[in-house]
């Protein structure tokens, strides 16, 4: 027992840890950590308060790291997840799960089957397929589908990984005494989160499953963890260095299952890109490799999945029997060329009624129709750049849809991410409604939404050898984004000068706004005082945004010369600091800017610091790289 100087008048604390304690109202804690205020009894004649910090509950530390959103039957994935068709992928998923059940028996066995295909061959319908069976019978032990348009970004990441595969693994009864043992690791150390893939395995998995066996039949235990959509997997903080994270994920889980007290057999699911096709080819021994070829004959399965589709369509559009003939079937099975995207996009296209009747649509896919060309996904680029085609702008509807995917991280709603797209109000119907079997606009509740049903459109549009002259570049789709930014911040926070004031959107979509605008200002343009006011009088977090807008907005200029912007957004900012108390910058600093331009690392380090970090030391020079 410890005491110290008190919050009452000069009264001693006693902070109590690892102890049973009774106050003096009869109150009883039994806690390794309580919080317990104002509890005041004597102690040698003094006041004493006992009273110690609060803690989190290891359990609900381990779900602030879970990817709620990428498990097999999470909200988020939905009813509507890829899954296969009833009596389609019968060939592949019977060899999965005869190597899930009975792979043991194998003369050369692999704990690890990797399943790899082509873009749209259907890889994400199976793995959802595979995990509804095996959920069905008692053998999915975890599963993580990464997404790269998924709604939650943390989707894409690889730093929940570990914890999600974790928190499911502690959901199973039949594996007695894991729970508790890995909530111990978490309540012992709370930072275990923050190490890198391969340490959070070994602590939370593999040392509690070594604690726990023999505790339980393993024969009881789930059988089979399923990742999906490694390639879509990236770091968390550079988008570019995602096979990176893909080789950190697969050495830990091949580390896994050489461990004899991991029991588990693990199903990855990818396209075959260098950084995963490496990482396999250097150990040949490690994984069974299923790869969709016409091994499981995919247009035997596409056809069956058209003729279902096109008997729906016909009962719910009552077309005659005529419709949508066998020969019909076999030409678009012939075009798809296994690739079941293709013949999904098809059926989308048909049911858009804005486009027109099924009849006059499917007349049209056929007038589209390829000739006899060798390109990869030759099909499937024609029918994207023609889909596009329909639009009204089908070059701005690629804008859009590069902004909607660079940006959907950056707005918390889909809502607000239409708000600063759309110009004039109606303009995303104008722009994208004609695109709905390559975009999803609103979701099953009617609100707006920007889903992209698969990563191929994204690849199509940024090849300019298959996207052509719809083909949008970087520098080109950063000027949009630039010039999206620059009217918003005109009109206010309006769509244009006969909107109404948007009271309902005001408070969240002006801050989210405002916390982005430095990331994505335009130097080139004029701006006025005034913007520099309201963007000030708007902004939170002022001790990062501030100085972030006061270098990028300053990156173009000229040793010699500022832009005219520049001197705008400085000045007002400069005047905003002096008079709300920040440390600015001496003279001194300000000629090293104008040589060697600052860059914000972080509020502590710039010498443009908000009060609160107005005592830190001076602002350190940045060593040469």
Same mark, same amino acid.
């Given at each position: 027992m410890a005491a110290n100087q008190g919050p009452m008048d000069g009264a001693p604390t006693v902070a109590v840890q690892g102890s049973n304690t009774t106050n003096v109202v009869g109150n009883y804690y039994d806690n390794r950590m309580t919080t317990c205020y104002n509890c005041i009894t004597t102690y040698d004649g003094h006041r004493v308060t006992i009273q110690s910090t609060s803690r989190i509950a290891p359990l609900d530390r381990l779900l602030e790291h879970v990817a709620h959103g990428a498990v097999h039957d999470s909200a988020e994935r939905g009813p509507d997840a890829p899954k296969c068709h009833p009596e389609t992928r019968t060939a592949v998923q019977g060899d999965i799960l005869s190597w899930i059940e009975h792979g043991e028996q194998d003369d050369a066995p692999k704990r690890i089957l990797w399943l790899s =295909?082509? +873009?749209g061959s259907g890889k994400t319908a199976i793995a959802g397929t595979i995990a509804d069976e095996c959920y069905k019978r008692g !053998? !999915?032990?975890?599963? &993580? &589908? %990464?997404?790269? %348009? +998924? =709604?939650?970004r943390n989707r894409r990441w690889k730093k929940p990984f570990i914890a999600t595969l974790v928190y499911r693994l502690i959901q199973h009864e039949s594996i007695c005494g894991l729970k508790e043992e890995v909530l111990a690791v978490i309540d012992r150390d709370p930072m275990v989160f923050e190490r890198h893939l391969d340490q959070q395995l070994e602590e939370l998995? !593999?040392?509690? !499953?070594r604690k726990v066996a023999g505790h339980s039949n393993i024969c009881h235990w789930p059988a089979v963890i399923i990742v999906d959509g490694l390639d879509e997997c990236e770091t968390d903080a550079d988008s570019s260095s995602g096979s990176d994270a893909q080789k950190e994920i697969l050495s830990a889980l091949s580390r896994a299952c050489a461990d004899t007290a991991f029991p588990f057999r693990i199903i990855i699911a990818s396209r075959p890109e260098p950084a995963i096709r490496d990482f396999f080819s250097r150990s040949p021994d490690l994984a069974f490799n299923i790869f969709l070829d016409n091994k499981y004959n995919p247009d035997c399965d596409i056809r069956l999945f058209l003729e279902a589709t096109f008997s729906d369509i016909r009962r719910r559009f009552n077309l005659p029997s005529t419709w949508a003939s066998k020969d019909v079937v076999d030409l678009l099975v012939e075009q798809a060329s296994g690739q079941f995207i293709y013949a999904a996009t098809i059926i989308r296209f048909l049911q858009n009624p804005r486009l027109g009747s099924p009849q006059q649509l499917l007349t049209q896919v056929f007038e589209w129709r390829s000739l006899n060309d060798s390109k990869p996904f030759a099909s499937l680029d024609l029918l994207y750049d023609r889909i596009l085609r329909t639009s009204p702008e089908p070059l701005l509807a690629g804008k859009w849809i590069h902004f909607a995917n660079s940006q959907r991280y950056s707005w918390s709603s889909p809502l607000h991410l239409k708000y600063i797209l759309e110009s004039y109000p109606g303009e995303t119907e104008h722009v994208m409604g004609t695109l709905t079997s390559l975009v999803e606009l609103v979701d @099953?509740?009617? @609100?707006?939404? %920007?889903?992209f049903y698969h990563k191929s459109l994204l690849d199509f549009l940024r090849d300019p050898q298959r996207s052509s002259d719809l083909h949008v570049n970087g520098e080109s789709s950063y000027r949009f984004m630039e010039d999206r930014y620059y009217r918003t911040l005109q009109e206010r926070g309006r769509r244009s000068s006969a909107d109404p004031p948007t009271n309902s959107l005001a408070p969240n979509f002006t801050r989210a706004f405002c916390l982005n605008l430095p990331c994505c200002i335009d130097p080139r343009r004029r701006y006025t005082s005034r913007d520099v006011e309201w963007w000030l009088a708007n902004l939170s977090d002022q001790g990062i945004r501030i100085p972030r807008m006061f270098t990028s907005i300053h990156q173009q200029c000229k040793w010699y010369s500022c832009l005219p912007a520049c001197g705008v957004w400085r000045k007002g900012i400069l005047r905003h600091c002096r008079e709300h108390g920040w440390r600015v910058l001496t003279i001194k600093e300000t000629l090293q800017d104008r040589f060697k331009k600052l860059q914000f690392y972080g509020q502590d380090m710039f010498p443009l610091r908000c009060p609160e970090l107005e005592s830190a @030391?001076? %602002?350190p020079t940045r060593p040469e790289a």
């Open positions: =295909g082509p +873009a !053998l !999915l032990a975890a599963s &993580f &589908f %990464f997404s790269a %348009f +998924a =709604g939650s998995v !593999l040392k509690p !499953l @099953e509740n009617r @609100e707006p939404s %920007f889903h @030391e001076p %602002f």
